[in-house]
Each structure stands twice: as C-alpha cells, then as structure tokens.
C-alpha cells in the first residue's frame, strides 16, 4: 500500500540513501522538510546544489576547498615539511579543531582493503609520493586503527622508508575501530604528541 504521495516518497527514498539515515530518520527529514517555509527549502537545496557544483580537491593535499589550494595549505605559518596522512576530510577537521597542529596534510580519501577491493591505486598515494620529492621532514600516519587503517600505515610506511624521510605512526591511544572524528581533541593530541617512528 502506497501510503503517501510519490513525491514524498522519492524524498524519502533519497535522503535514506545519505550514510547513518534509516528509513524512519528518512521519513522525519521528509515531513520536516515539507513543513518548513518554501524558501528556506529552496536554501536548502542551492546550498546542496553549490556545494556540488564548487567544492573540489586542493591541488597539494586534496581536502575538499573551493579553491585551487586550501587554506591550510597557502597558510605561510603551516610548516609545509610536516604532512600528517588521513583518510578522509572529516579526520582533517578532527585535527584542526584541536589547534595544536601546525603542520600541513594529505587526503587519501580512503584505506587500503583487500575485502572491498580498494587497492594502493584507489586511493591518493601516488600523490603522497609525488609531494614526498619536495624538502620533507616527517610523514605522521594518522590513519584510522582499524584493519584497514593499520594496513594502510604499513603500507605506507614500507613506500616511504627507502627515502630516507621519517616516518611517524600516531600512538594508539586512538580507540581501535574509532573513526577519528568522534574523539576527542584531549586523546587526539596525545595520540599526536605519542606518536612513534615507525
Ligand atoms: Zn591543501
């Protein structure tokens, strides 16, 4: 039985696709959103719209900017012989909030894992390398402790060590399995600060 209309169907259909919304989150957003005063729908969706249409990857560590290089890297304060290694944009953010880390990043956008088929070549490793060739000091590998995380940092490690550049694995007083973004900045910056040389 169809018990609502196809469109608010399909809008539920789309929002439980977004990641962490069931279906019964899904209906709530949908009757939320129907409610609101229509231009504050129509915000709505343009912020969706621009977002898509001008967030790209900087063009050094390939976080999510609208410009051609963010601003952490074009920040002259950042010490750019620095480069923490993360998995994704959100662990960046984690990082930043903590406001201890003066260095610069690098955005695999993903982890390594032989399970889901995601190999070196899927993720931004190539161009770890590539800015490796500039006057580097130390590589932290701030990947997530889960499987993939820590396969990832081995991997890494392995790739880097031939060039003479310290590597550094952040302690694991990281919770394992924890996506980096729900910890807090206290475990955060003593993972920084209890980092290890691999
Ligand atoms: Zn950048």
Redesign the pocket.
């Known amino acids: 039985m169809d018990l609502y209309s196809g469109h608010i169907n399909r809008l539920i259909e789309e929002l439980s696709g977004l990641p962490g919304i069931g279906v019964k989150t899904a209906q709530r957003l949908a009757f939320h959103l129907i409610n609101l005063p229509k231009e504050r729908v129509e915000k709505f969706a343009h912020a969706i719209v621009d977002a898509r249409e001008h967030v790209r990857y ?1 063009s ?4 999510l ?1 609208d410009k051609e ?2 601003p ?2 074009a920040n002259p304060r950042r010490n750019q012989k620095v480069i923490m290694v993360v998995e994704n944009a959100r662990d960046l953010a984690a990082y930043e909030k903590t406001g201890k880390y003066d260095g ?2 690098h955005v695999l956008h993903g982890a390594i894992s032989p399970l889901l088929g995601i190999g070196p070549g899927d993720i931004k490793l190539k161009e770890l390398m590539v800015r490796l060739q500039g006057d580097v000091e130390e590589v932290i590998i701030a990947t997530n402790s889960s499987l993939e995380g820590e396969t990832t940092a081995m991997y890494i490690s392995k790739l880097i060590k031939p060039t003479g550049i310290k590597v550094t694995r952040i302690a694991s007083g990281v919770p394992v399995g924890g996506d980096l973004e729900y910890i807090d900045e206290v475990t955060l910056l003593r993972a920084l600060e209890g980092r290890t040389e691999l």
């Open positions: 900087c050094q560590c390939f976080t900017t290089i963010c952490i890297c610069v990043y």
